[in-house]
């Protein structure tokens, strides 16, 4: 209903960027903000970036938390470069972010919060909503959120403070009149999740709708935009973050199998949550153990594959550090099970809530001797469910420890997931031979270099496992010098012969042509995205993203060898480049970034173009 | 009935694996597997139901000799391992062995979680007070000054004592034996597997090589009598050649009195069921050179048992909650996009 003074304007998407003090709930705004657009057929992604102080002070430039989304009409693969429009809480919140805006972009702040006091503690000597700079780059919008929020609430039956606290859900419904959404969903959440408290859920809807009819009163704001539905497979979706699609796939694997799930995990930050998730579902036969360390949820993910569960244990890379020597166990033992590793910045604790991707070559190498373990990475918020899936089937099927990789970026980030039908997904077959005659612990599968997953309460095959080197085939301990090299050669075997029930390396783009990007992990939003932009252009640039990166999938060397340059960008100083020029001898080009932040479609972009210039 | 009917028939031989073994000769862990060997077949648990895990050291050796399923790990981890085992089989006999290094140095959180958690398993600890299998240095329970290759001046670490150490962690059950007591181990391991919930049971054992004699004041058939103190839920506490001193409690100490004196009504009464573990703190104190060294059971008490506890918690939510997939998909806000709007 706007009135016919409103200007509207139909635009293919925007990224739109909450922030504000810790205690200033943007998550929640921005969460809101993106289930609505998710709900009214938008293609979304979001980035929530947040302190890892639980509180820190109020005001400060350390308790910032900061919650951006991209929305659209059209297919988009990452939360979007630079904002379009900025929503900042108080100065802290814009300092922090004012230098992502887009030159000439919207940027709504509560001028309110721009006492004496916060400025001081955000560094400003005065403010800077005064500053003539300010509303020159920008679409500058001070509206006295705080003010209008107590106005609207006049009659709450809520003091101040909690009524100060609603500021948020007016901003929100500033925003949501700006791009033209419907309150319900929201007000829908508000009615469940207040159910307890009528009093706070009063309020929030009428700060919500307060801010709605403020945009729509105000004359300064003048345009409001349009996203119209983005076109999808039909079906039914939900928005889900890359931990929670994880939790999803990884009971899924075991439900498709018919076993327990056993999650062993001691927390840490960014993959408590998967704990956090899995805790929830003991109805489906989940068993979470909470552990005193990592080493210990490692040693326990090893025994629960022992008796014969689907074992799973996660962490973040400090948590691997611990777990490196279990590992080697479950690589000796050759016992199936899946290590999660939600990557963080590193080294050490490094940077808790950020992302980065610097622990592949501690997947592939951080432990003693010859240790092969398959390696896969998860591409996306909703990728995290099919690999969690495959990392259990090549587990159960190879009699293999193996390795998930995922990051911060890809953990908190969400987008919509289309809801598979249980029904309509493969089943996972494991047998546990019951045949006593001719049982030797370590024979092998001629395919798949297996061993037989026996175990206890299997009459006639007690067998006994252990670290030491194996005898080939009885398993007994053996020093034997040739049989220690056969072993190494055979672990390392059945893992390379992964290689053969995976798909092949497929680019996306022109099969032969000047540049190829390849990438894994979370970087693939932006490379794909930036090849779509370069081939736009019409540069003939193809993307290869991969899923595996240990075994490298077949017909990798052979698409390498098709495109004049390779380009590998990574948030670490290079791993899989150093991967790729060593195995296949290329000049692969490295493009590093280790800023705790994924990429931006455009930093991927103008390296393409320098590389074609 | 007939897997009970058949276990019950199983003799020592049957948890003989055909791997020699490869002790020291006089080696105490010899004397450990016997009785081990000897008293699980009387458990009337079918053999393929029996696990036992071990970590790293010559004690941990131990698996190998047993046929049974097994697991050698690594080092001080057993009881992890033991704990994701029971938590997806909480159907399984679980037997934790560890050293003292093995236990109490690398793998001292563990155990001390192990026990706290009262996990159903039963976990042997054998003290030698050394490091057999790195060749002799001192260990956690080594005493104060003594000399190792690690050691050349003497230890400067205070040792640790296992049964404190268990007491601490809340164990529900707690016993010592020593490695030549034949039939006193076989009580007190039968006592460790009827448990229900973490059992601890330090077992006193001689490294010939690197420690001998550590324990020789309990096995040496002259001495012995007069400096173990056999406990005994619900009796007086007694011991000597012929049961002629007893333990009295003088405030908050112990002392060794002569029963023909004080007579029996003013010694000490074992009681391991008490909840509060007063009394087994204060036995776990006592040794030489001023007191014997108890063996028997120290505590024994009824706690929730962890795996239990997971598997109560499963078929709670089991029964309170379908385990419908598609429904857990489809939590909360879900859209349709339909065939026309593509
Ligand atoms: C991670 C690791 N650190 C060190 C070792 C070396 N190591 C093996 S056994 C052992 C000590 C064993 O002592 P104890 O547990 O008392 O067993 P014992 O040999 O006396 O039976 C050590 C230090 C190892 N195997 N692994
Ligand atoms: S070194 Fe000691 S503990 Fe180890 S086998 Fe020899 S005697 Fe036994
Ligand atoms: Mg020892």
């Known amino acids: ?613 | 009935m007939t897997d009970a009917a058949e276990a019950r028939t199983l003799t020592r031989k049957d948890f003989a694996s055909d791997q020699a073994v490869r002790w020291c000769p006089g080696c105490g862990n010899y004397a450990i597997l016997a009785q081990v060997q000897q008293t699980l077949p009387k458990l009337g648990i079918p053999r393929e139901n029996f696990v036992v895990i071990s970590g790293i050291g010559c004690s941990s050796r131990f698996p190998y000799y047993m046929n049974t399923f097994g697991i050698h790990s690594i080092h001080g981890r057993a009881p992890t391992l033991a704990t994701g085992l029971k938590g997806a089989r909480s159907d399984l006999q679980v037997w934790v062995v560890t050293g003292d290094g093995d236990g109490l140095a690398i793998g001292g959180n563990h155990f001390l979680h192990a026990l706290r958690r009262n996990v159903d398993i039963n976990i042997l600890l054998f003290n030698n007070r050394i490091y057999g299998l790195t060749k002799g240095q001192y260990s956690p329970t080594s005493e104060l000054g003594k000399r190792t290759k690690s050691s050349p001046q003497g230890s400067i670490e205070n040792p640790v004592n296992p049964i404190g150490v268990a007491i601490g962690a809340e164990a529900s059950f707690i016993a010592r034996t020593v490695d030549m007591f034949q039939h006193h181990m076989s009580d007190v391991l039968l006592r460790a597997a009827e448990h229900r919930g973490a059992a601890l049971v330090e077992i006193e054992q001689n490294c010939v090589i690197f420690n001998n004699g550590a324990w020789r004041h309990l096995t040496d058939p002259d001495a012995k009598l007069e400096n173990v103190l056999y406990l005994e839920h619900g009796k007086p506490m007694r011991f000597g050649k012929k049961r002629q001193k007893g333990i009295r409690l003088k405030g908050l100490h112990p002392e060794v009195v002569d029963v023909a004196e004080v007579g029996e009504e003013g010694l000490l009464v074992h009681d391991e069921k008490a909840e509060e573990p007063t009394l087994a703190y204060f036995l776990s104190r006592m040794g030489p050179p001023d007191f014997p060294t108890p063996v028997g059971v120290f505590r024994c008490i009824d706690k929730p048992v962890h795996d239990q506890l997971l598997l109560e918690q499963v078929h709670e939510a089991e029964a309170r909650k379908s385990p419908d997939m598609n429904a857990l998909y489809r939590l909360g806000q879900t859209w349709e996009v339909s065939e026309e709007a593509t």
């Open chain 1, 1 to 613: 209903m706007s009135k016919p003074s409103k200007r509207i304007q139909e635009i293919d998407g925007a990224t739109l960027l909450f922030c504000g003090d810790s205690g200033d709930g943007m998550q929640l705004t921005g969460s809101q903000f993106t289930a609505t657009s998710a709900l009214s057929g938008n293609d979304v992604r979001t980035f929530p970036d947040y302190p890892s102080e639980i509180r820190a002070p109020a005001g400060s430039l350390a308790g910032v938390s900061a919650f951006q989304v991209n929305f659209s009409a059209t297919p988009i693969y990452t939360p979007g470069d630079s904002p379009d429009t900025l929503v900042a809480m108080n100065p802290a919140a814009l300092k922090v972010y004012l230098p992502k805006l887009k030159p000439k972009g919207l940027l709504i702040v509560d001028r309110d919060a721009f006492t004496d006091l916060n400025l001081k503690k955000a560094g400003y000597r005065e403010t800077p909503l005064e500053d003539e700079d300010l509303s020159k780059r920008y679409r500058l919008q001070a509206v006295p959120i705080t003010t209008l929020t107590l106005d609207a609430l006049q009659e709450a039956d809520l003091d101040g403070r909690g009524k100060r606290r609603c500021k948020n859900f007016f901003a929100l419904g500033l925003v949501y009149w700006l791009y033209d959404r419907t309150l319900e969903p929201t007000l829908r959440w508000i009615e469940e999740k207040f159910s307890k408290a009528p009093q706070v859920a009063d309020a929030n809807r009428k700060a919500l709708k307060a801010g709605y009819a403020f945009g729509e009163a105000e004359g300064s704001f003048a345009t409001r935009f349009i996203v119209n539905k983005a076109p999808s497979a039909p079906g039914t979706y939900r928005i889900v973050n890359g931990n929670e699609a994880s939790a999803l796939g990884f009971v899924t694997a075991a439900r498709l199998a018919g076993k327990p799930l056993v999650y062993s995990s001691y927390p840490i930050t960014p993959a408590s949550n998967v704990l956090h998730e899995l805790a929830k579902l003991k109805h489906l036969d989940v068993r979470t153990i909470q552990y005193e360390d990592e080493i210990a949820a490692m040693g326990s993910a090893v025994g629960a594959s022992f008796g014969g569960a689907f074992s799973l244990t996660g962490t973040s890379g400090p948590g691997i550090c611990l777990k490196s020597e279990a590992i080697n166990l479950a690589i000796m033992l050759e016992l199936p099970l899946v290590i999660l590793n939600v990557q963080r910045g590193g080294p050490s604790t490094g940077l808790p809530t950020k992302t980065e991707q610097a622990d592949l070559l501690q997947a592939l190498y951080g432990r003693n001797g010859e240790s092969p373990v398959p390696i896969l990475a998860a591409a996306g918020p909703t990728d995290c469910f099919d690999v969690a899936i495959e990392a259990f089937r090549i587990a159960v099927r190879h009699m293999t420890p193996v390795f998930m990789l995922t990051d911060g970026y890809l953990a908190n980030g969400a987008a919509p997931w289309r809801i598979p039908r249980f029904e309509d997904l493969e089943p996972i077959e494991c047998t546990h031979p019951t045949d006593p005659e001719g049982f030797l612990p370590y024979a092998r599968d001629n395919a798949t270099l297996a061993r037989p997953w026996v175990i206890p309460g299997t009459a006639g095959m007690e067998h006994r496992l252990g670290g030491l080197e194996k005898e080939d085939g009885a398993g007994n301990v053996s020093y034997d010098p040739e049989n220690h090299q056969r072993m190494c050669r055979l672990r390392a075997e059945k893992i390379q012969r992964i290689a053969d029930f995976i798909p092949e390396a497929h680019p996306d783009g022109p099969p032969e042509g000047d540049l190829l990007v390849l990438s894994w992990g979370g970087t693939f939003g932006a490379a794909y995205s930036a090849c779509l932009r370069a081939r736009s252009k019409g540069h003939a640039v193809a993307h290869l993203h991969l899923r595996h990166l240990n075994p490298f999938p077949k017909g990798l060397e052979k698409a390498l060898s098709r495109y004049g340059k390779i380009l590998i960008p990574e948030l670490n100083f290079g791993h899989l480049a150093l991967l790729i020029r060593a195995r296949y001898l290329t000049d692969a080009v490295s493009f590093c970034k280790v800023k705790g932040r994924p990429f931006e479609i455009s930093e991927v972009e103008q390296k393409i173009e320098e590389m074609l210039s």
